[in-house]
């Protein structure tokens, strides 16, 4: 079975630009959620979409959007990029119900503003 | 506002001894709890996890414990080896919420 995959790898922005990263989940996941990793912050939940829906919403200026598409792909927007927003983003993708908790991670998006 | 904490950023142990990784967390609603395992430039990793209602999963050469009472786990490698040179991710689930809450990882580096 393929993992989660995340595209583009690597991505250097100017500030005020706007970015938009993709995650394709494994098949037969219905839950992909996103996540911002810094240093020294560990990783900070941004939201998480169910069934092309919006289940969950972490604590992310609007700036941040996402949606999912019917084949449970995944996109994440930043808009009006700020020099704070470099970071490693991942995407999880999981089966979203049920008793299992379990998230399998994609390699992450390496987001440089400058 | 930390629930889940890992208090030592890093941890050196030679080759072959034991591994502890020790985590805490504040919010009693907790019932489910994950390690994940992560190497540099690549997405953390599921290595194993444990319900609130046992006390201790293993798999292998790793096994978590849980202490309800303390609201602590660890989780133990044994032996150690240097391909387990990792960052180490604590997380903690709210049954019914699917969304985990991460420590902010232990360093380990196991020397040959």
């Known amino acids: 079975k393929a993992g989660v995959t995340q595209t583009p790898r690597y991505l250097i922005k100017t500030r005020g630009q706007q970015v938009t990263l993709s995650c394709s989940p494994i098949?037969?996941?219905?839950?992909v959620s996103w996540y911002q990793q810094t240093p020294g912050q560990g990783l900070q939940f941004l939201f998480e979409?169910?069934?092309?829906?919006?289940?969950n919403k972490g604590n992310f200026p609007g700036r941040f959007s996402g949606r999912q598409f019917s084949n449970s792909r995944s996109e994440m927007n930043v808009s009006t990029l700020e020099l704070g927003d470099s970071a490693l983003y991942l995407c999880?993708?999981?089966?979203?119900?049920?008793?299992?908790?379990?998230?399998?991670f994609g390699p992450g998006t390496r987001l440089t503003v400058t | 506002d930390q629930q889940v904490k890992q208090n030592s950023p890093s941890l050196s142990v030679q080759e072959g001894r034991i591994s502890i990784l020790n985590c805490d967390y504040t919010?009693?609603?907790?019932?489910?709890f994950l390690w994940y395992k992560k190497y540099p430039a690549e997405g953390p990793t599921f290595l194993i996890s444990?319900?609130?209602?046992?006390d201790k999963n293993e798999d292998g050469r790793f096994t978590v414990f849980l202490n309800k009472s303390a609201k602590h786990l660890s989780l133990h490698i044994v032996p150690s080896q240097p391909g387990d040179s990792a960052v180490y991710f604590c997380?903690?689930?709210?049954?019914?919420?699917?969304?985990?809450?991460f420590g902010r990882g232990t360093s380990l580096i196991v020397h040959p």
């Open positions: 999880a993708s999981s089966i979203g119900t049920g008793p299992s908790y379990e998230q399998y």
């Open positions: 098949s037969g996941h219905r839950s």
């Open positions: 979409y169910f069934s092309e829906t919006q289940r």
């Open positions: 919010n009693s609603m907790f019932d489910y």
């Open positions: 444990i319900s609130s209602i046992k």
């Open positions: 997380a903690a689930v709210r049954g019914g919420s699917y969304i985990p809450t």
